[in-house]
């Protein structure tokens, strides 16, 4: 099996690179960058013709145009991918950082240091600018990477991990650091997350079913990338534009996003005012809105919510819209069909925000501000490698500190338990 | 399926008094804790009659005497019980500290707070002080939990689960928040892995058998707290009568711990003065030697290590012993064969300390002082709930701090992504 001695020894070189890493200084990484911001450069028309090749399989294949539009890189795109290399090396090297020091009673000095946490498979679909970003913020935090692309986007990452691997050799690092993983198929992809002894994380970025199977199938610790069904709740108390903002901020903006409203929760006391306002912007921007039953009282023309709508991420111009009696049934129907991701609640009563941010399970929760702001630029970390859905390890958006572990450095002078 | 009925049920319960935990106070929490102390010295001859059960059932079914010896309560052991949760309820409650805020440009304000993880799963096996010590750790922090011990021991369980139980009703809060599984056997472990709908975190505290089951049933995050195989490396340059006394402690104090020494790694310059006398000490406290090929040349009488000691976790008064040609030999050997748990480095030379600090991949690394030290209450944690050996979420022992997450706070005014 040609694949299974391609991933073992993938993952083996990781390893043993990994523990060189861990020390790699700023600069060394940041002269990778730099390399790796000229390597692409000098070669877009390379990469766009491999892309291509992509594209084409991919439309002789019948794959969607949402499907081929993540696939296709564009010289804007490549500009984009340009840009995050720039950002991510202005970004402070969180590696070494001393987190606390402490002296205990019997002398010893405790030291807790910031580290890489050393191999990080990342698995994810057709997105080719994935391979540089998320390459980018490992290889910066001091990790070693396997990537596992989806195969219709071979030739893409073909070519942007060998200008990777040429930008490690040039700044003097190992090209060992990054590795990609493009054959054996499914069966791959089992393997891979069964090579605990070599692996410390993996983050599966994806649909619905790639998710299930990393989170089934791993040995090794993953920290979920999932999807946000994200509410906003207008209290009865608000300032209606304010309101009315915020909500067509949330889902208009750009609804393909995780971080996008799917469901408007409204205080059965702003119901009939606040619902025929919004549904005119909604309308306008061609959202569809599906209603609970006292929502179809006040806005008769549109549909019916289902039960699965209250649990469904749309990703798309469509919205579930639900009245509710109070703040305690908006935080129950949260916690109860949100998926940790981002909460809103508009009001101007400063207890309801209190008890929402205290009763509301999730990730990210926000007052007077759109659900949209979950992101690792909008939260001051420069960049982010995606936004965990899970609760350990990391939160929220993933920024090269959440790349990293630590280690306690105890320094003693003869010290013997008693 | 009886057992299918109960495991859901006490997760969903769980689940569901998790979200008011999130925000019990310090003192409702204390007042909790000073309810057990209580109710267990006012039911110790209960719990030991209980507990006589499962002793007198396991020497029936000839279990080994040192399982039996981590099955049986005494008063001393109880007592120690009670020193935990004083010491539990001295802790300072790390839920709600502010761990960080800033103010962005567009004027948003985010704060990151810690909050508690939800739902922790135990899993462990014979020792019913666990079911303490783990519990007031998990409710300390706001967390629920659901244990599930060894069915060895379900008579002293039940006995504590209900003691916890009515001391969480005395103090007010919900019952739910402990939750014992005692039915069902290994289904309904591998049910219980299912349930990431409900539980936040599993924490198998026992054996290479039960962490394996765990790691590869479990879609819920998992954090190990698995196996140390501890080395100490005896450099050439060191204090002779330091380097003994470390050696001798971190081995023969408490050999059945994880962070004792399993293998001694010694310079190849020192190895002939400092091995005689290591030996002697050895040898008077009973302590089995097996040594590489060159150790066998200055020690004749002791047994040859195979390969397979290096990666063995004796637990025992047992210890391997290679002599190593330098620096980098001993960290190659410790990063190939250790568990990334305790390792120590005995030396006078400070670079050779700083090299060893940053090449050997583990949870705590120690210059002059013995393995022995890696514990949640010689860190300064006051108590632990074991020692991770994963680097994800936490690495080392586990205290208060390591049983939370956090979540994101955001103040706006009106602020839109544009």
Not at 2 to 11: P, S
Not at 152 to 179: P, Q
Not at 329 to 344: K, P
Not at 353 to 370: G, I, P, Q, R, Y
């Amino acid at each position: 099996m040609r694949w299974q001695e391609e991933v073992i020894e993938k993952a083996k070189r990781a390893k043993k690179a990994s523990l060189n890493a861990m020390n790699y200084t700023t600069y060394q990484k940041n002269k990778f960058l730099v390399a790796l911001s000229a390597n692409i450069s000098q070669n877009e028309r390379k990469i766009l013709s491999a892309n291509n090749k992509d594209v084409k399989n991919a439309i002789k294949n019948n794959y969607s145009s949402a499907f081929i539009d993540r696939l296709t890189l564009t010289y804007e795109r490549i500009s984009k991918i340009l840009k995050s290399i720039e950002i991510v090396k202005g970004l402070p090297d969180p590696v070494g950082e001393k987190i606390s020091e402490i002296i205990r009673p019997n002398g010893l000095k405790i030291e807790k240091i910031r580290t890489p946490i050393g191999v990080i498979g990342i698995i994810y679909e057709s997105r080719p600018d994935v391979t540089v970003e998320a390459s980018i913020l490992c290889l910066k935090s001091g990790n070693c990477v396997i990537l596992r692309g989806g195969k219709e986007a071979k030739h893409s990452n073909r070519m942007l991990v060998s200008l990777i691997k040429k930008s490690l050799v040039e700044a003097g690092l190992s090209e060992d650091m990054v590795n990609l993983i493009s054959s054996g198929g499914r069966k791959a992809v089992r393997y891979l997350l069964s090579l605990n002894k070599y692996i410390d994380l993996i983050i599966p970025r994806g649909g619905e079913s790639l998710i299930k199977t990393v989170v089934e199938e791993s040995t090794i610790p993953v920290i979920k990338h999932y999807k946000g069904v994200c509410h906003t709740y207008v209290d009865r108390d608000v300032d209606m534009n304010m309101a009315l903002n915020l909500c067509y901020n949330a889902k208009v903006h750009r609804p393909a996003t995780c971080n996008a409203m799917e469901t408007l929760l409204v205080h059965k006391d702003i119901a009939s005012s606040f619902l025929p306002l919004m549904a005119k912007m909604f309308k306008e921007a061609k959202v569809e809105m599906r209603g609970c039953k006292r929502t179809l009282e006040i806005l008769p023309d549109i549909n019916e919510a289902t039960e699965e709508d209250w649990s469904t991420e749309y990703l798309d111009l469509i919205i579930s819209i639900k009245v509710v009696d109070s703040l305690d049934e908006a935080i129950e129907h949260i916690n109860r069909y949100g998926t940790m991701h981002s909460e809103a609640i508009i009001t101007n009563n400063r207890e309801a925000v209190n008890k929402f941010f205290k009763e509301v399970d999730a990730a990210a929760l926000f007052h007077n501000a759109s659900t949209r702001f979950t992101d690792g630029g909008e939260f001051g970390m420069g960049a982010e490698i995606g936004i965990s859905t899970d609760k350990i390890h990391a939160r929220g958006p993933m920024g090269l500190v959440e790349l990293t572990t630590y280690k306690y450095l105890i320094y003693g002078n003869g010290q013997i338990r008693q």
